[in-house]
């Protein structure tokens, strides 16, 4: 047996994940504040993201519309995280070789990668660029991958109970 299973198979059988998984009503509530979690998180990371590539509010200082709508992502992330780790305890075995759920996982950490990067590179310099309409190619692109990923991580989220 396989150590990440052995993980899942005690994570299921703990109070929480047996909570949840035995639950009437647990489950759903659970999944429906989730829901309101990537609400928040994609919503706001894509106003910023259609901001860098130009399309959208080129009149607003991106600096200005990070401050604004990056407290909202960051309280989508932690929703998410919250309540993926309580659904995920409630079934762990069964993520476990998911295509869906995997996908899911890696293009999470690819858009955690991408953000990382662009505050580290592309955002250093906002100052230079920030009231351009149309941000520097690094910045585009990394705004464009950021949609990309955060919409197909939704689709991926989709995708686990029907595969």
Known sequence: ????????????????????????????????????????????????????????????????????????????????????????????????GNIGFEIKMLLIVVAGINAFVFHEIAYQSVGKWDNDPVAPLGARAAGLLSILLWFGIVAAGRWIAYV
């Not at 519309?65 to 909202?72: H, T």
């Open 1 to 96: 047996m396989h150590f990440i299973f052995a993980i899942c198979q005690w994570l299921e059988q703990t109070a929480v994940g047996t909570s949840v998984r035995e639950s009437l009503w647990l489950f759903p509530i659970i999944e429906t504040v989730h829901i309101f979690g990537i609400i928040l998180l994609v919503g706001a990371t894509s106003i910023l993201d259609l901001r860098l590539m130009g399309l959208t509010f080129r009149d607003e200082p991106v600096s200005k519309l990070a401050r604004r709508f990056l407290p909202w992502a960051w309280a989508g992330f932690l929703i998410q995280v919250i309540t993926g780790l309580l659904l995920f305890s409630s079934e762990a075995t069964k993520m476990y």
